[in-house]
């Protein structure tokens, strides 16, 4: 897929508290936005997974959107690759993103909970435009979301477009993966530097939208409703209406943004209360639990499926190119072992009511954010909770 190439976007305000990119900054940041595409998937298919029946809207929404930051994920390891890098992908961490996302970007940080009101918020706050993010905040953040970290990168490699190209033509350390699934390879016989801009643009694009004036994405993406606006749907529970004639909806405050939602009314499905899952992955829980045996074993599965998810994808992009595509084949048996496990088997394990009744004092720093993200009142059952093995 290409994208029309349209006005140049800014750059970031916040170019200056960063140092200066060259080739080695920018196979950095492509390297920091496969961490961070890696990084929603773990939070929208907790969410995806935690929906009781499968065939609501918003079931559909999140495996849409989950589809697609995997094509950017993807997008983005090619781009790494044509320019002399080697995407890193087995090492990556699904839980870092308690800690803030990559990339450093102000202000976000997220915990793996099943679909909630609260949890969209949280989904629309990493998918906002800039003229819906706060300014970054907090000690060495440098970009207001995670489209003006995208169009950092997208100035620097126009900047240095010649050693770009050069690169593209030099040795490469990497397979370009995939053709026809839907995201840019990087062909040798085009312009690498304009392939690379088309990649980064579809992955704005689908992610806050194509302009000010919108939430909807451009013809590169069939005008489909960007990942923001999407969630903003099932949060409000209305599809989305957009501005009247004449108005804009790229200059309101988050909070304003309601009135942009007031199409058909959406169901809200019926969603399995999982426990919002602590720091420990589930252990001090699991302590107390009679039945931990059985729940670490489900829980040990599905960590060892991810983990092999993450090798077949690292083994695609840095393996012998003849094996690429057998390795993508690995890698998507493994995400439906994902589903399968964590849907019938994981999320059927009960947390005791003793053990939810004293979350208090078993994470005193984090119970309350938990208690907002998992009804406590009522039974409540574990979830995935994505660990990578290979970084124990």
């Known amino acids: 897929m290409t994208a029309t190439t349209t006005t140049t976007p800014p750059r970031s305000p916040y170019a200056e508290r960063t140092r200066p990119r060259d080739l080695h900054w920018i196979r950095g940041a492509l390297q920091s936005a496969i961490a961070i595409e890696h990084g929603t998937m773990p939070l929208y298919s907790a969410a995806m997974y935690s929906l009781e ?11 849409s959107v989950l589809m697609e930051e995997m094509l950017h994920m993807a997008a983005m390891c090619n781009a790494l690759a044509a320019i002399g890098g080697r995407p890193q992908i087995r090492t990556l961490d699904p839980t870092a993103v ?27 706050g990493i998918e906002s435009p800039d003229a819906l993010s706060r300014a ?20 620097a490699v126009e900047d240095n477009a010649a050693t770009i190209a050069a690169a593209a033509r030099g040795e490469q350390q990497a397979n370009q993966v995939g053709g026809n699934l839907g995201y840019a390879v990087i062909r040798p ?15 704005i694009d689908q992610g806050e939208g194509s302009g000010g004036s919108t939430r909807t994405t451009g013809p590169a993406s069939d005008s489909e409703l960007s990942h923001y606006a999407r969630f903003a749907e099932l949060r409000y529970g209305r599809a989305y209406s957009g501005p009247r004639q004449g108005e804009s909806d790229g200059g309101l405050a988050a909070e304003g943004q309601r009135r942009f939602y007031k199409g058909a009314t959406l169901p809200w499905p019926r969603v399995v209360n999982t426990l919002a899952v602590p720091a420990d992955g589930y252990r001090a829980v699991l302590v107390r639990d009679p039945g931990r045996v059985a ?36 890698a998507v048996f493994e995400m439906n072992e994902l589903r399968v496990i964590s849907c019938f088997d994981i999320l059927r394990h009960e ?11 078993l994470y005193p720093g984090e119970a309350d954010e938990i208690a907002g993200l998992t009804d406590v009142t009522k039974p409540v059952f574990y979830g995935p909770r994505f660990e990578n093995t290979t970084l124990r």
């Open 98 to 124: 308690l800690r803030g996302l990559p990339g450093r970007i102000g202000g976000l940080r997220a915990r793996l909970a099943p679909l909630s009101r609260r949890q969209l918020e949280v989904f629309m």
């Open 351 to 361: 947390v005791p009511r003793s053990v939810v009744d004293d979350l208090a004092r």
């Open 295 to 330: 729940v670490t074993t489900s829980l040990e599965r599905f960590d060892a499926a991810y983990t092999r998810m993450l090798a077949a994808l690292d083994d695609a992009w840095n393996g012998p190119p003849e094996l690429g595509w057998p390795a993508l084949g690995r």
């Open 136 to 155: 970054p905040g907090g000690e060495g953040a440098a970009y207001a979301s995670i489209g003006a970290f995208y169009r950092e990168i997208r100035a």
């Open 53 to 63: 029946v499968q065939n609501y809207p918003a079931y559909n929404t999140l495996r």
């Open 189 to 203: 016989a085009g312009d690498p530097v304009e392939q690379i801009l088309a990649s980064i643009d579809l992955v």
